[in-house]
């Protein structure tokens, strides 16, 4: 990436309820009472309102690494050694492993993602484009301001059979979280039209449509949901972020 660090949020992402396959991983390995988070890293703490899935790289191994007494982070170990260092662990360079699970035994798993307008939780889904080697290998779904979001839940729905999912798991309601001048208040919609990008796999014109959302969704955006509609995104940003790391639902993480 760039030069200096990433300044991520990363979401706390509590999981409700797992998926059949990945019970049998989990069994007996965690308290009765644990709080298991999936953790995200996200650059737009402002769009999660929009949250409708939780993606994980199906062929990633993630851990499940012990916080406290009571809290539990799934992420990658390379996600959870470096939050050790952050001092985002009880005790600092440590990160007990209480269990480790294939990403594509996650898939169906009920998970409760904080601000999001979906109450009653989303699934976790599988994105065959999540890098184990950048943030958490967790990724928060925003189809409607991320194109990269946005094609792949299209896929998923499209392709649900295939994926082994259900089709209803994948079509949530995509709200409207920003407004823009140039593409409305369906930024990645708008773009994956403009840029005829079919599938998740169209990189490059993917990598562009991201680049064009980030900066016309930073500098031209108006918050249209949640506490702070009206405001512009760049000030409205850093706001949520204070309030969701304020409410223990998100915290500070670099890389
Ligand atoms: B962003 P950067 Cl609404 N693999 O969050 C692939 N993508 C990953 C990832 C991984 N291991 N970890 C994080 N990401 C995604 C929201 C969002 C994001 C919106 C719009 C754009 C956007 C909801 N998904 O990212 O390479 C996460 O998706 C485009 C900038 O570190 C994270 O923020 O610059 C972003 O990529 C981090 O990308």
């Not at 294939?102 to 484009?129: D, F, N, Q």
């Not at 950048?134 to 896929?155: E, I, N, R």
């Not at 994956?192 to 930073?218: H, T």
């Amino acid at each position: 990436e760039g030069v200096g660090p990433q300044e991520y949020t990363g979401m706390k992402i509590k999981v409700l309820e797992w998926a059949e396959e990945a019970k049998a991983d989990v069994a007996g390995k965690l308290p009765e009472n644990a709080n298991v988070y999936m953790v995200a890293a996200t650059l737009r703490p402002e769009t999660m309102y929009g949250q409708t899935c939780c993606f994980v790289g199906p062929s990633i191994t993630y851990g499940i690494y012990k916080v406290n007494d009571t809290d539990y982070f799934l992420c990658t170990e390379r996600a959870a050694r470096n939050m050790a260092y952050q001092k985002i662990f009880q005790k600092e360079g440590e990160f007990p492993c209480a269990a480790t699970v294939l990403g594509k035994k996650l898939i169906g798993s009920l998970v409760y993602a904080p601000l999001s307008i979906h109450k009653e939780g989303v699934r976790v889904l599988p994105m065959e484009t999540v890098l184990a080697t950048k943030g958490t290998g967790v990724v928060t779904s925003v189809p409607s301001d991320s194109p990269d979001d946005y094609a792949t839940v299209m896929d998923l729905a499209k392709k649900a059979d295939y994926y082994g999912i259900k089709k209803e798991w994948a079509e949530l309601e995509i709200p409207a979280i920003i407004k823009t001048p140039s593409y409305g208040d369906k930024t990645a919609e708008f773009l994956v039209k403009k840029l005829k990008i079919n599938s998740p796999k169209d990189a490059k014109q993917l990598a562009e449509a991201k680049e064009l959302a980030y900066k016309e969704g930073f500098y031209q955006g108006v918050m249209v949901i949640g506490e702070f509609a009206g405001e512009k995104v760049e000030k409205a940003k850093p706001l949520v972020r204070e309030a969701l790391i304020k409410k223990g639902e998100a915290f500070a993480y670099a890389e």
